[in-house]
């Protein structure tokens, strides 16, 4: 009877534990996955802010659980390895985050080139005796998609009261780039001790060709280099493919066993340096 009774005792106080380690964890995730969500959402809305998307940041948790459950469940299916499966899945979870941000740099690219016919309607404003202010509005309906929309934002703020340098300044900061730093600091100089413009944006307007000039020389200078790197980051799975086609028993051993997985692991690591070092050699800054 004593011996039943300490067991009974050992058994209530090990539930116990249990008990209250699992409410603490919960609790604890719980407040973990509510900061995490208020950051990520918040940080999504205003990405999305500035390319202008019409979707809910909240829909893109939920977007990123999916492609990371699809990666997981599919790639388990098809070869019924935990490892690539976990992998696959971590993967997907990043999948729709690093969608928006290409898309962002390719909204920004499009912005940066846009930059110089900018310059140009505002020259030409300028130059027929209409003020800055209004010369943002009059390009506005001039320049396409991204342009015309940054600068709607702008002249939306100025008619609500805002001075010309804060909504540059807030322009800025959804695209940021040397070119248009450059531009919004000719304006505030300009605004303070004065000066002609139009000469300024003209001598802006001859650095920014100037400078995307070199940068496409540069660009045909080193496409050797990226081409070659490209390769070689790829001979060594094209290699691996070869062998699996041919002799698979020799190829399988790295995806079924830990050791193998270590060293596929090794590789990939080698992989992303090597990509790494070789883009930091032919990326150039001008």
Same mark, same amino acid.
């Given at each position: 009877m004593e011996d039943l009774a300490a067991q009974g005792f050992v058994l209530s106080f090990i539930f116990a534990a249990v008990t209250i380690f699992v409410t603490v964890g919960f609790s604890l995730f719980s407040e973990g996955w509510t900061t995490y969500e208020e950051k990520y959402v918040s940080g999504a809305e205003? !990405?999305? *802010?500035?390319?202008f998307l019409s979707i809910p940041p909240q829909q893109l948790i939920y977007l990123s659980a999916f492609t990371g459950t699809l990666g997981f469940f599919g790639v388990l299916l098809a070869t019924q390895e935990m490892v690539w499966s976990v992998l696959t899945g971590l993967a997907g979870v990043f999948v729709p985050e690093v969608t928006i941000r290409l898309l962002r740099w390719k909204r920004a690219r499009r912005f940066q080139e846009q930059l110089v016919d900018l310059l140009q309607s505002l020259t030409n404003s300028l130059r027929a005796g209409i003020a800055l202010p209004m010369a943002f509005e009059s390009a506005r309906h001039e320049m396409p998609n991204p342009m015309a929309q940054e600068i709607?934002?702008? !002249?939306? *703020?100025?008619?609500l009261g805002a001075s010309l340098d804060a909504a540059l300044r807030h322009m800025l900061e959804r695209m940021p780039g040397e070119d248009l730093d450059l531009v919004i600091t000719a304006i505030e100089i300009s605004g303070e001790v004065g000066g002609n413009l139009t000469e300024v944006f003209g001598k802006i307007s001859h650095t920014i060709r100037d400078r995307s000039r070199i940068e496409r020389r540069i660009s045909a200078l080193t496409a050797m280099g990226r081409l070659q790197g490209l390769v070689m980051g790829l001979l060594p799975l094209a290699f691996l493919l070869g062998i699996y086609l041919m002799q698979p028993e020799y190829i399988l051993p790295l995806f079924t066993t830990w050791t193998g997985n270590a060293i596929l692991g090794v590789i990939a690591v080698l992989e992303v340096m090597g990509f790494w070092f070789i883009r930091k050699i032919v990326n150039i800054e001008v």
């Amino acid at each position: 009877m004593e011996d039943l009774a300490a067991q009974g005792f050992v058994l209530s106080f090990i539930f116990a534990a249990v008990t209250i380690f699992v409410t603490v964890g919960f609790s604890l995730f719980s407040e973990g996955w509510t900061t995490y969500e208020e950051k990520y959402v918040s940080g999504a809305e205003r !990405t999305l *802010e500035s390319m202008f998307l019409s979707i809910p940041p909240q829909q893109l948790i939920y977007l990123s659980a999916f492609t990371g459950t699809l990666g997981f469940f599919g790639v388990l299916l098809a070869t019924q390895e935990m490892v690539w499966s976990v992998l696959t899945g971590l993967a997907g979870v990043f999948v729709p985050e690093v969608t928006i941000r290409l898309l962002r740099w390719k909204r920004a690219r499009r912005f940066q080139e846009q930059l110089v016919d900018l310059l140009q309607s505002l020259t030409n404003s300028l130059r027929a005796g209409i003020a800055l202010p209004m010369a943002f509005e009059s390009a506005r309906h001039e320049m396409p998609n991204p342009m015309a929309q940054e600068i709607g934002l702008l !002249t939306q *703020e100025l008619k609500l009261g805002a001075s010309l340098d804060a909504a540059l300044r807030h322009m800025l900061e959804r695209m940021p780039g040397e070119d248009l730093d450059l531009v919004i600091t000719a304006i505030e100089i300009s605004g303070e001790v004065g000066g002609n413009l139009t000469e300024v944006f003209g001598k802006i307007s001859h650095t920014i060709r100037d400078r995307s000039r070199i940068e496409r020389r540069i660009s045909a200078l080193t496409a050797m280099g990226r081409l070659q790197g490209l390769v070689m980051g790829l001979l060594p799975l094209a290699f691996l493919l070869g062998i699996y086609l041919m002799q698979p028993e020799y190829i399988l051993p790295l995806f079924t066993t830990w050791t193998g997985n270590a060293i596929l692991g090794v590789i990939a690591v080698l992989e992303v340096m090597g990509f790494w070092f070789i883009r930091k050699i032919v990326n150039i800054e001008v």
